[in-house]
């Protein structure tokens, strides 16, 4: 598996709502841009092969890049797929959406949930939001948050952009009731 280019992104918000964020909230995401494996092909009935060749080799990469670049203990994650535009959702859906991608970075991150995620097909400098939510607990409200990517030159027509995304905390300055007041 050969990517072109691997972006890392890290935000840090130091204030929100006119009230200084005390730690400073972090936020990182690294994504790769990779060859996508059935653009330009027509139809591909069978997307299996091409999940097989590269999810687990992009998880690998990514997972422990995410980790190292949030530099914190991780406590929401998300996941994207970014198609270009000769390839469809579906492609990038394959790669992220499999326990080959999924798992290294549940297993480096000690998450029990699943990874929410975003696909979406666009031109190169799309801007498109992860999704993130606690990595144990799916319903504590806290941690419900996206970040804003774009890679200027991502996705080219037959690539995809691959990206995890990981928070040091949830979002700075939340105060909404648990969801478990509402049961």
């Given at each position: 598996?050969?990517?072109?280019?691997?972006?890392?992104i890290?935000?840090?918000?130091?204030?929100e709502?006119?009230?200084p964020?005390?730690?400073?909230?972090?936020?990182?995401?690294?994504?790769?841009?990779?060859?996508?494996?059935?653009?330009?092909?027509?139809?591909?009935?069978?997307?299996?092969?091409?999940?097989?060749?590269?999810?687990?080799?992009?998880?690998?990469?990514?997972a422990p890049?995410?980790?190292?670049?949030l530099?914190?203990?991780?406590?929401?994650?998300?996941?994207?797929a970014i198609?270009g535009l000769?390839?469809?959702?579906?492609?990038?859906?394959?790669?992220?959406?499999?326990?080959?991608?999924g798992?290294?970075?549940?297993?480096?991150a000690?998450?029990?949930?699943?990874?929410p995620?975003?696909?979406?097909?666009?031109?190169a400098?799309?801007?498109?939001?992860?999704?993130?939510?606690h990595?144990?607990d799916?319903t504590?409200?806290?941690?419900h948050q996206?970040?804003?990517?774009?890679?200027?030159?991502a996705?080219?027509?037959?690539?995809?952009?691959?990206?995890?995304?990981?928070s040091?905390?949830?979002?700075?300055?939340?105060?909404?009731?648990?969801?478990?007041?509402?049961?």
């Open positions: 598996m050969n990517y072109r280019k691997l972006v890392t890290v935000e840090e918000t130091a204030e709502g006119g009230r964020v005390e730690p400073a909230a972090r936020v990182a995401v690294v994504a790769a841009v990779v060859a996508n494996p059935w653009a330009g092909k027509g139809f591909v009935e069978d997307l299996g092969p091409g999940i097989e060749s590269i999810a687990s080799d992009l998880g690998a990469l990514l890049r995410v980790i190292e670049a530099g914190s203990p991780l406590e929401a994650f998300g996941k994207a198609v000769n390839g469809e959702i579906e492609h990038g859906s394959g790669i992220i959406h499999t326990l080959k991608f798992n290294h970075f549940r297993e480096a000690n998450a029990t949930t699943l990874l995620a975003v696909e979406k097909r666009g031109p400098g799309i801007v498109f939001d992860i999704p993130m939510k990595y144990t799916a504590t409200r806290s941690h996206t970040v804003e990517v774009r890679v200027p030159d996705p080219h027509p037959d690539e995809m952009l691959i990206a995890l995304a990981a040091a905390q949830g979002r700075p300055q939340q105060r909404l009731a648990a969801f478990s007041s509402e049961q």
